[in-house]
T-cell receptor, first 107, second 118 residues
Framework: SYELTQPPSMSVSPGQTASITCSGH??????TCWYQQKAGQSPVLLIY???KRPSGIPERFSGSNSGNSATLTITGTQPMDEADYYC??????????FGGGTKLTVL | EVQLVQSGAEVKKPGESLKISCKGS????????IAWVRQMPGKGLEWMGI????????RYSPSFQGQVTISADKYRSTAYLQWRSLKASDTAKYFC???????????WGQGTLVIVAS
């Protein structure tokens, strides 16, 4: 079955750039999405179709996808960005696949 | 305003049945797929399946096929997730989400916490 791999955790200083990777075989051939989930809340869609931001999502969030890796980049990370981040892709054999999630700490 | 409102928390015993709901409003419920997602305590998101309320077309994740039943009532704008016989391992928070034409999930319910304990 298809798998997406994310680093379990990472930390970043306020104002710095955080890059969260999502690795999978030829994931660049699939569309990916990214979700943010803060503690005790429902997930929020940050990025869809690899690079697009829904209305209301700040410009500091951006996405890319190529080869075997998709990346969520947070430029100028703020303390409010501390959350869990999940990548998602669609696979022909299993339909939806989530990455395991990355806990981002801003300190 | 698009909203998905889920039914309240449940505490059940192993072997009991359960049906939780997800009511959509503020958009044409029949035209968007609804997904169900499980999140076990302290764990990540797991896709369970999706349903198209307009024609009740359903796809299950291989991991959940045969374990749960997904259904929808388009006239009540409500999707459902059902168990025949709960297990302690079903303890989790369950989310519903609306699927867009780009196959991303743009609106989520608040989640329903299901606790299964003897």
């Amino acid at each position: 079955s298809y798998e997406l791999t994310q680093p379990p955790s990472m930390s970043v200083s306020p104002g710095q750039t955080a890059s969260i990777t999502c690795s999978g075989h030829k994931v660049g051939d699939k569309y990916t999405c990214w979700y943010q989930q803060k503690a005790g809340q429902s997930p929020v869609l940050l990025i869809y179709q690899d690079t697009k931001r829904p209305s209301g999502i700040p410009e500091r969030f951006s996405g890319s996808n190529s080869g075997n890796s998709a990346t969520l980049t947070i430029t100028g990370t703020q303390p409010m960005d501390e959350a869990d981040y999940y990548c998602q892709a669609w696979d022909s054999s299993t339909d939806v696949v989530f990455g395991g999630g990355t806990k981002l700490t801003v300190l | 305003e698009v909203q998905l409102v889920q039914s309240g928390a449940e505490v059940k015993k192993p072997g009991e049945s359960l049906k939780i709901s997800c009511k959509g409003s503020g958009y044409s419920f029949m035209t968007h797929w609804i997904a169900w997602v499980r999140q076990m305590p302290g764990k990540g998101l797991e896709w369970m399946g999706i349903i198209h309320p307009g024609d009740s077309d359903i796809r299950y994740s291989p991991s959940f096929q045969g374990q749960v039943t997904i259904s929808a009532d388009k006239y009540r704008s409500t999707a459902y997730l059902q168990w025949r016989s709960l297990k302690a391992s079903d303890t989790a928070k369950y989310f519903c989400a609306r699927q867009t034409t780009s196959s991303s999930w743009d609106f989520w319910g608040q989640g329903t916490l299901v606790i299964v304990a003897s």
